[in-house]
């Protein structure tokens, strides 16, 4: 009885083609899944080599070129073919229409044309590596980016280019259809704040994308035809180019985090099975973070030759950025107060998130703060405090959603114990890998340094360490949720009892999401109601 | 300055440590006094608590400000070196540090202060982005190219402190290292005596012979180019109308690209020397040009 649905969105159709050229975002949803995995791990065998480099002093695994290479791919494939798309692109897309009641994204051929130029890029990202690879930092600073580097800078710059069409699409695409093709009776304060979130995220993906395109073009033709942009020897200005560069790339730290903030309360919610405290507030936060965010890019510049005012100015919009995230941080926790609590898997990367995103969050604190800044500024203290947010934040909350709505993309339950083991393994590894960084930043070793003093090398070895650790909690997932594709349980519809529309339908879900558009009665998180009393199906469809 | 950073680094961690246990302590504590349980299958329906919500996000602005002004005014004080700093130049190349004291020494990759008086470093770089790092010191500062920045720090002690090249500078980055050697203020007049070449004013003024600068700027205003005698840190009016302060910048730009702010009742006809001086040469002219006269408060920026 409790067996698959008879037909589904997976089984409608087999064959490559109707991969290739499906519409369904639940299928598009699939394929980026498929593109964003290879790449992380295309990015994470960099992250494991530098790892092995760094646990000698002496640069003695590879050359100083070649580990140059390491880490500029490590960061460009992790920042623009991961971090970027993966919670948008993979969960955006599977959720976004399934939790406002929707059959599809507003231009569902668009969307597919996203994934295709996403995949162009990142083949022309891919060509750079495989000719030789780029050694300039995923930053590109100028002029060594543009004049002094030889290695495939055009190349890799073009993908990006690229890719970045595929972000403005995407957002572009979640703005019209969370405006217009919301169930009747979901009004915006009924929404999920996952749909909030990523409300707040396409904006910036529309707003902040063009400018590192423009950049980046800007980069490419002062390296190819000698135009003097950037290069003060030809009248150009090589700070100019870290403030159109940081005007985007601090926003696209937003893109990483916001919508795991969005995930993040999707998951908490339902583990605790209880309303998210002060909603408005964490929808609002959001919002908040959006719009602020594009006004702090000149806190990567407090050293870098800006004036002493414009440097007073940017710290303290940084500090303001800081504070719609405190208020999310106590909004999830007041949330477990009085909850029904469980620890699946998801919710223990859950409360994972709150740990490190509270942590990267706090040492955010240090870099706003000028003075400390500088002494921190490009040391490993940085590199800690981005990883937190980036890799302990949006991650686990990432691998948090994947777990959470798995069943609802399988029909499959993933293994429980082996999951909660490989959460915490995660847990563990990341901060035996991060935390020790923090002080070797604020014992001043810099970042990107091939070889380094012996007095660092105690910390550097606990930091691999803890890096291998961090690899096996990585692997496992990637074993057993392949596994469940076959093996799992079968979910149902709702094996976790949550709210959300998306849970409302059979899973995995039918190819048009639902039979009839439902009518909604109430907020999301309605825990003091059956999901009947919200929803109500069988009505005329007014879709 | 380094007390004074860690004094607030120091406050940052207790602040942390304050809201990271709070926040663990509270979420260990609900999540095993709320643990779901056969008849506790459902969270508790609870309204929003607006005073609630503005007492957190009230508390942590305020504790931010503090963060806020504290941070500011150490950062202002870095910005500004004392009256009566050493001024010492510092160029940056692929993958070496050129030092040029104001006595005449030069150095490579190390850099020989004493101990008790702030040290000015006016920075440029020949090639890519450096940085110029001394952790002990708690001063860090970018050394960009065709542009220049300045730092300034005082030892306390006498002993050799690590300065890392901390702006990823290309494939020997990491090798780009250097040493501040503080020495006592005996040992340091000792060590500026060896080895002089003259000091970079007297270089800077061998340059306005040789380049051909003085058939114009005479000293007494009567050559085609305006006198460069007390015009240090004044304000120069230019051509159009706009003005100037004539500082180290200033100067740079003027003999690499006079065109640029031509000063007013002269004409543009003096030749770019662009490519035809060093930056080490520019600085030692720019020293040169001071020792002329000018407005001492006005150092170079």
Redesign the interface.
């Known amino acids: 009885m409790n067996g698959l649905p008879r037909e589904h969105y997976l089984n409608v159709d087999y064959g490559i083609r109707s991969w290739l050229f499906t519409t369904d975002h639940k299928r598009i949803a699939w394929l980026y899944l498929l593109s964003v995995t290879v790449f992380f791990f295309f990015g994470g065998i960099f992250a494991t080599l530098i790892r092995i480099e760094l646990l000698t002093p002496q640069?003695d695994l590879v050359q100083?070129?070649t580990y140059?290479k390491f880490f500029t791919m490590h960061g460009v494939t992790m920042v623009f073919f991961f971090l970027i798309p993966a919670t948008p692109a993979v969960l955006g897309n599977f959720l976004v229409p399934m939790m406002i009641g929707a059959r599809d994204l507003a231009f569902p051929r668009l969307n597919l044309a996203s994934w295709y130029i996403f995949v162009i890029g990142g083949l022309f990202t891919l060509a750079a590596a495989a000719a030789g690879g780029v050694?300039?930092?995923w930053?590109f600073?100028t002029?060594?980016s543009s004049?002094?580097?030889n290695t495939h800078v055009a190349l890799t710059v073009v993908g990006i280019f690229i890719t970045g069409f595929s972000s403005i699409l995407t957002g572009l695409n979640f703005i019209v259809t969370i405006h217009k093709m919301r169930a009747p009776g979901l009004t915006w304060f009924r929404l999920p704040l996952f749909i909030w979130a990523i409300y707040a995220t396409s904006i910036i993906f529309i707003l902040g994308t063009p400018v590192i395109a423009i950049t980046l073009l800007l980069v490419g033709l002062e390296r190819l035809f000698g135009l003097g942009i950037f290069?003060?020897?030809r009248g150009g200005?090589?700070?100019l180019f870290q403030h159109l560069f940081w005007f985007y790339s601090h926003p696209a730290v937003y893109i990483m985090i916001l919508p795991a903030m969005g995930v993040e309360s999707e998951l908490i919610a339902a583990f605790?099975?209880?309303?998210v405290?002060?909603?408005?507030?964490v929808a609002f936060s959001s919002l908040a973070i959006a719009v602020i965010g594009f006004l702090v890019w000149g806190h990567h510049m407090?050293?870098?030759?800006q004036s002493?005012h414009a440097?007073?100015i940017f710290?303290?919009l940084s500090?303001?950025v800081?504070?719609p995230s405190?208020?999310k941080?106590?909004?999830w926790?007041?949330t477990?107060?009085?909850?029904?609590?469980?620890?699946d898997a998801p919710m223990l990367y859950a409360?994972g998130f709150?740990?490190l995103f509270?942590?990267g969050g706090?040492?955010g604190?240090?870099l706003?703060?000028?003075?400390?800044?500088?002494?921190v500024?490009?040391?490993y203290f940085i590199i800690a405090h981005f990883h937190y947010i980036m890799v302990g934040g949006s991650i686990m909350a990432y691998l948090g959603g994947i777990h959470f709505w798995w069943p609802k993309m399988t029909g499959r339950i993933y293994p429980e114990p082996v999951a909660r083991v490989a959460a915490l393994i995660v847990f563990l590894g990341f901060n035996l890998t991060f935390f020790p960084q923090f002080v070797l930043g604020?014992?001043?070793m810099?970042?990107?340094?091939?070889?380094?003093?012996p007095e660092f090398q105690v910390l550097n070895v606990m930091s691999s360490a803890g890096a291998s650790i961090l690899a096996v909690g990585y692997l496992l997932p990637l074993l057993y949720l392949i596994w469940s594709l076959r093996y799992g349980r079968v979910a149902g519809a709702n094996p976790w009892?949550a709210r959300g529309l998306e849970w409302q339908t059979p899973s995995p879900p039918p190819t048009h999401n639902f039979d009839t558009i439902p009518l909604v009665t109430d907020a999301a998180y309605a825990?003091?109601k059956e999901p009947e009393e919200v929803y109500e199906f069988g009505k005329p469809s007014h879709a | 300055m380094a007390p004074?950073?860690d004094a607030?680094?120091y406050f940052?961690i207790a602040?942390?440590l304050f809201?990271?246990l709070l926040?663990?302590v509270?979420?260990v504590y609900?999540?095993v006094k709320?643990?779901?349980?056969p008849g506790?299958?459902?969270?508790?329906?609870?309204e929003?608590?607006i005073p609630?919500?503005i007492f957190?996000?009230a508390v942590?602005?305020g504790l931010?400000?503090v963060?806020?002004v504290?941070?500011?005014?150490?950062?202002?004080d870095?910005?500004e070196p004392p009256v009566g700093s050493i001024d010492v130049a510092v160029v940056g190349r692929?993958w070496m540090w050129k030092i040029q004291h104001p006595e005449g020494r030069r150095e490579i990759d190390e850099l020989h202060v004493p101990v008790g008086r702030p040290v000015k470093l006016t920075m440029i770089s020949e090639?890519?982005?450096h940085?110029f790092?001394v952790?002990?010191f708690?001063?860090?500062?970018?050394v960009?190219?065709?542009?220049y920045?300045t730092a300034w720090f005082q030892a306390t002690k006498a002993g050799e402190y690590?300065v890392?090249?901390?702006?990823?500078?290309?494939?020997?980055?990491?090798?780009m290292l250097a040493r501040v050697v503080a020495m006592e203020p005996a040992d340091y007049q000792q060590w500026l005596g060896g080895g002089l070449t003259g000091t970079p004013a007297e270089g800077g003024r061998n340059l306005f012979q040789r380049l051909g600068c003085a058939t114009c700027h005479k000293s007494d205003g009567t050559g085609q180019g305006p006198s460069l005698v007390g015009l240090f840190g004044k304000t120069v009016k230019l051509e159009g109308g706009k003005t100037v302060v004539a500082d180290a910048a200033y100067i740079r730009e003027s003999i690499l690209d006079p065109r640029a702010k031509v000063v007013a009742g002269y004409k543009p006809i003096m030749p770019l020397f662009k490519g035809l001086v060093s930056e080490e040469g520019i600085l030692q002219i720019i020293a040169f040009i001071q020792s002329l006269g000018g407005e001492e408060s006005a150092a170079a920026r």
């Open positions: 640069g100083a070129e140059n050694d300039t930092g930053t600073y002029p060594y004049i002094y580097s290069d003060p020897a200005d090589p700070v605790a099975r209880k309303r405290f002060g909603y408005e507030f407090f050293v870098a030759g002493v440097g007073l710290s303290l500090f303001l800081a504070i405190a208020i941080v106590f909004n926790t007041a477990l107060h009085r909850g029904a609590i469980s620890y409360l709150i740990g509270t942590i706090l040492t604190l240090f706003a703060s000028v003075g400390v800044d500088v002494h500024h490009d040391t604020y014992l001043g810099p970042r990107r340094y091939h070889a380094y003093p009892g825990y003091d | 004074r950073v607030l680094f940052l602040v942390s809201f990271g926040i663990a509270l979420i609900f999540a709320y643990r779901r349980r506790r299958e459902r969270g508790a329906l609870i929003a608590n609630l919500e957190w996000t942590p602005l931010t400000m963060m806020f504290w941070g500011a005014t150490i950062f202002f870095e910005s692929q090639d890519v982005i940085d790092f952790p002990e708690r001063i860090k500062k970018d960009l190219p065709g542009r920045t690590r890392f090249c901390s702006q990823y500078c290309g494939a020997q980055h990491s090798g």
